[in-house]
């Protein structure tokens, strides 16, 4: 299975959930559903964060950068 930090999203041809768009426009009343951290599978996690005007996420511990899916800047 491919590492999360080598996974792509192309955000043209992917759906995207209707609670993240709900946060993207303010109309999530429950964001953490949908933002933190997330178990995929067995063996993979997802960290979904919400934060608009930032040039770069990292997380501490695994030392990671997190990238930006397409089409959300």
Same mark, same amino acid.
């Given at each position: 299975?491919?590492?999360?930090?080598?996974?792509? !999203?192309? $955000?043209?041809?992917?759906?995207?959930?209707?609670?993240?768009?709900?946060? *993207?426009?303010?109309? +999530?009343? @429950? /964001?953490?559903?949908?933002?933190?951290?997330?178990? !995929?599978? $067995?063996?993979?996690?997802?960290?979904?964060?919400?934060?608009?005007?930032? *040039?770069?996420?990292? +997380?501490? @511990? /695994?030392?990671?950068?997190?990238?930006?899916?397409?089409?959300? $800047?």
């Amino acid at each position: 299975m491919t590492p999360p930090s080598e996974r792509v !999203v192309d $955000a043209d041809s992917t759906p995207r959930d209707p609670d993240i768009e709900r946060l *993207l426009h303010g109309r +999530l009343h @429950e /964001p953490r559903r949908v933002l933190g951290l997330h178990a !995929v599978g $067995a063996h993979d996690a997802l960290v979904r964060v919400l934060v608009p005007n930032a *040039l770069r996420v990292s +997380l501490i @511990e /695994p030392a990671a950068d997190l990238e930006r899916v397409p089409g959300t $800047a």
